[in-house]
């Protein structure tokens, strides 16, 4: 039987990969030291044969007993309010994190799986972004801190990849959604779809024009583990190429919602990206994979998930 060490495991993306993990019966580890993540996500997990969870930060030594065959390195803030406000800890959990959590998939001979992210692309200049690309990110920028951190996190599992000859594999995450993103973490979708169900003006930066594309997360999911049992190493764009503007996106949630809310525009922030759309055809080659929910499918469980917690 598979042992899988997903860090940040208590975290939106790293709940839902735990508990397909032990769906396809591998024993889970979960750690997360819980500074963005919730014990909530994990809630229905404990008790279930072969999970396990760890309070723990993985800047610091990982001390795990017995075999870890998979390294699934998912701990980091990753929503803008998360790293605007925690800029330290989200460079030394890029950095500091990643070296601690690669040096164990080395010690335990593991597969390791880095969770980066389509910001490695920063404000990009081609469009759509293929994993050639080696972006156009702002380093002394406000949204340095997250970008820089996961570019860093890719250097340094390369590095331990050719130079330690470690499994390593690079995911380059697209915007995700789904049940279990937090209601204020500032993301488009839990904005918008929050705003919308109390009736509050959905907020638009900027004229709206700038472009979205939105996976819903368990297609994510089935991308990554697809990836992290494949032979690839990477990097490998993983998201929804179906692109969209912002505006036209608040749109879809006023009518899926029944909303009465307003569009209000706003100032667009700092290094903002303008465009954001995965190019896809390196998954859909070596993974045959593709995403199958729509947003006229995704959205309905998140609005009603968002909806369950009104009041909470």
């Not at 042992?3 to 889970?28: I, N, P, Q």
């Not at 404990?46 to 075999?67: L, M, Q, S, W």
């Not at 004229?207 to 190493?233: K, M, N, P, W």
């Not at 899926?256 to 055809?281: C, E, H, M, W, Y």
Request: hydrophobic content about 40%.
């Amino acid at each position: 039987m598979s042992v899988s060490l997903v860090t940040g495991g208590a975290g939106f993306l790293g709940s839902h990969l735990c508990e397909r993990l032990l769906e396809k019966g591998h024993d889970v580890i979960c750690m997360d030291n819980l500074i963005t993540g919730s014990l909530d996500n994990v809630r229905h997990l404990e008790g279930k044969k072969g999970f396990r969870f760890i309070n723990h930060n993985v800047t610091e030594y990982i001390d795990v007993p017995g075999a870890v065959d998979f390294i699934f390195h998912f701990a980091s803030p990753a929503s803008p309010i998360d790293y605007l406000e925690l800029p330290i800890q989200t460079l030394k959990v890029g950095a500091l994190g990643t070296h601690k959590a690669l040096g164990l998939a080395k010690a335990k001979q593991s597969v390791f799986i880095l969770a980066s992210t389509s910001e490695v692309y920063g404000d990009p200049l081609v469009h759509p972004q293929e994993e050639s690309y080696w972006g156009n990110v702002n380093p002394v920028g406000p949204r340095g801190v997250y970008d820089e951190a996961k570019r860093f996190a890719e250097a340094m599992t390369m590095a331990y990849h050719r130079t330690h000859g470690v499994d390593t594999k690079i995911v380059r995450i697209f915007n995700t959604y789904g049940p279990r993103m937090r209601a204020r973490d500032g993301r488009v979708v839990p904005a918008f779809v929050n705003q919308a169900l109390v009736g509050e003006p959905i907020t638009v930066f900027g004229d709206g024009r700038q472009t979205r594309s939105f996976c819903y997360v368990s297609d994510l999911i089935e991308g990554i583990l697809r990836f992290a049992f494949s032979t690839h190493h990477g990097p490998m764009n993983i998201g929804n190429p179906a692109e969209m503007t912002v505006l036209d996106f608040a749109e879809k949630i006023i009518q899926l919602t029944g909303s009465r809310s307003k569009i209000v525009f706003k100032a667009l922030p700092v290094d903002d990206p303008k465009v954001r759309q995965p190019n896809i055809d390196l998954a859909k080659k070596v993974l045959k994979w593709e995403p199958v929910v729509n947003l006229e499918d995704g959205l309905p469980p998140v609005i009603e998930y968002f909806r369950s917690k009104m009041g909470k």
